[in-house]
């Protein structure tokens, strides 16, 4: 049974509970402080140790109403896609699909090389940079951590060098029968944890219902999101366009780019490999 | 143009001069294959000496190869994560397993020539049979490929739009810096006679490369801007295009024309095959670079390359 996150934008009121419960549950270091200004958004980023992040769009017209202002919060999350871009790139298979359909990876098999990366289609898994000791912003800050869990990180970490960090859809959670921490702490059920199927149902009326009271609103990943890509575990209902909120329009899974690449670079080496050899052996004297 | 506060939409790479540098010899040990391959069981006393440098060249670098990765992944253990399993998607681990076979070819080549300059029994020969030759030639083109294919079957929007451009001139830069560094090595071995057809090579190389580059930026569009404008732009310009490819391309052409005096021919040879050789380590780390900043630009992130 595969199960994912339904996040719905109208109706987040941009408390980042989700953030927090996610962060508490899953020991995860802060990114240090950085005054944006935008918005309330203070976070800006999912990154190696940030698994949920709140987006806060803020909109205004000018009609012959006046000035209207609205907003729209939503909390961003990996998609846990059907074809994920970072599992393909996986070279240690520290990147797996565990039993819930949630990607997952393996921080005792992450050797830290990074390629992940740059293949996540929506910029959400990083590196969790180095073990720092607690001033360092953005580092895996062991020193704050009790000294009970303190051997654990270390392994998992590997003492250096890092590994790639996301959403584990909580999967400690899930095995004994909990619900995720961000969809637990979520006072608006804006966050709905379930069966992906449950899910899409309940993703559509809220839709059609919306769209009777006049309401812009749209899924996102529910069904294909195209590129190869296919569905997301993780959808959303946006109440604007996708890159309002930082969402790619057009997503493309990486790996559909290797057969061209393959082949562009097998007929440069043989293009090089017949002038070679007109070069060094045209001469007729073949031995 | 809506956006999140303009806020980068992907996470750029966390590659520096180590990666780089693992990129670059790669794609020298896929040229170097070539050359060797070329150079095979061929009567001219140069074509002996050129095979024997770049046989055990291929097998030096093969060997550092594994330790540059090493320093980027921080801990030796950590390479061997990359041996767990053989994953054809994913152009990291096959790469891996490339280098591994290459190794094992280039090692098998390199074991030959110390049999056949006796420094190992010559019965050992046997264990090396000459089908490594172009085995290790076609693992060296995949491994001047690979390092264009890890690139561009990513999410960054640069490397992304690069899909056929890039792997082609990766190929191309990686066997003009394999010319270039057996330049310098049949020039330190005195062997000059060779020279002349290794510098006809690297000029095939880099004007396939140059031409490759050129249509890159010309169909790339918007997309390409942070490799051809800006810094990184500037420093391409000048060390790979300029400094890597016209220089050196209108050097060999001199010596390829016009018979110079010995020592003025040997510089001219030294300092071309050392300009293709910095030009080829710039194109790899500019396109690092510029891939860094083409994930920061969330515009170009929106729709990304087909």
Known sequence: MATGFFTDATLCIGCKACEVACKQWNELPSDGFEFTGNSYDNTSQLSGTTWRHVDFVERESIDENGITASWSMLSDVCKHCTNAGCLEACPTGAIVRNEFGSVFVQPDICNGCGYCVVSCPFGVIDLIEAVGNGDDAGKYALATLHEDRLNDRKT???????????????????????????????????????????LRERAKRRVETLLERGVDARLYGADDVGGGIGSLNAFFLLADSPEAYNLPVEPVLPSTRQAMGYAAAAAAALALATLGWAIFRGDGTDA | MKSYYDRPLLKGPHWGSNVVTYLFLGGIMGGLGLISLLSDDRPEPEMKKLRKATRYTAFALAAIN?????????????????????????????????????????????????????????????????????????????????????????????????????????????????????????????????????????????????????????????????????????????????????????????????????????????????????GGYVLRESLIEAGKLSANDPHVAFRQPS
């Not at chain 1, 921490?181 to 992906?196: L, N, R, W």
């Not at chain 2, 790469?95 to 420094?119: C, K, P, T």
């Not at chain 2, 060779?194 to 396939?208: D, G, K, T």
């Not at chain 2, 390409?224 to 890597?244: H, Q």
């Open chain 1, 156 to 198: 998992a970490l590997q003492a250096t060098g890092g590994v790639a960090g996301k959403c584990t859809l909580c999967y400690d959670r899930q095995r004994i029968g909990m619900v995720p921490a961000c969809a637990k702490a979520c006072p608006t059920e804006s966050i709905q944890f379930g069966e992906i199927e449950e």
């Open chain 2, 66 to 278: 594994p330790p540059i990765l090493i320093s980027h992944l921080g801990r030796p253990e950590r390479f061997l994560n990359m041996l767990r399993i053989v994953k054809f998607k994913s152009p990291m681990s096959l790469g891996v397993w490339g280098l591994v076979l290459y190794s094992g070819a280039a090692g098998a080549n390199a074991l030959r020539e110390l049999a056949d300059d006796g420094v190992v029994p010559r019965m050992l020969k046997f264990v090396a049979p000459s089908a490594t030759v172009p085995i290790q030639a076609l693992l060296g083109a995949f491994m001047a490929g690979y390092t264009g294919v890890l690139i561009s079957a990513t999410a960054i929007p640069l490397w992304a739009a690069g899909k056929r451009h890039i792997p082609a001139f990766s190929v191309c830069s990686g066997a003009a810096s394999a010319s270039a560094l057996a330049t310098l090595l049949s020039t330190l071995q005195g062997n000059h006679d060779v020279i002349p057809r290794l510098e006809r090579l690297e000029m095939a190389a880099a004007a396939l490369e140059i031409a490759l580059v050129a249509d890159f930026r010309k169909r790339g569009g918007a997309v390409t801007a942070p490799l051809f404008e800006g810094r990184v732009g500037k420093r391409l310009r000048d060390f790979t295009i300029i400094g890597g490819i016209v220089v050196p391309f209108a050097l060999n052409a001199i010596g390829g024309a016009f018979k110079l005096p010995k020592s003025i021919d040997a510089l001219r040879s030294i300092a071309a095959a050392t300009l293709t050789l910095v």
